[in-house]
């Protein structure tokens, strides 16, 4: 039965390296949290890969999953939310132009 899993941890791990990437050379901050997401999302399907096709299969890793989208879509309206106030103030996304709390 661990056979069955490898696609799917190979594509979640594959996804994670995506976001990874993402979040660690973008410049720009929609960028940045969209790769976050992606990361998300990676671990969202290995729960699910675990929850269904593991040793010992449960729902836990499918209520972990829900739960983690619950967080991601919260976190994602608050990291626009101040994208948005950080745009209107600066008049860009970029994030090196965002050091506020530097001075």
């Keep these: 039965m661990g056979g069955v899993v490898a696609p799917y941890l190979m594509l979640g791990a594959i996804l994670f390296c995506i976001g990874l990437y993402g979040a660690l050379s973008k410049k720009n901050a929609v960028i940045v949290l969209l790769s976050i997401e992606l990361m998300l999302n990676a671990v969202n399907l290995n729960l699910i890969a675990f929850s269904k096709l593991g040793v ?3 729902l836990t890793g499918q209520i972990f999953t829900l739960f983690n989208i619950t967080v991601a879509a919260a976190e994602a309206a608050v990291g626009i939310a101040i994208l948005i106030a950080l745009f209107r103030n600066k008049g860009t996304t970029e994030v090196q132009e965002m ?3 530097k001075h």
């Design 56 to 58: 010992n299969p449960s």
């Design 99 to 101: 050091d506020y709390m």
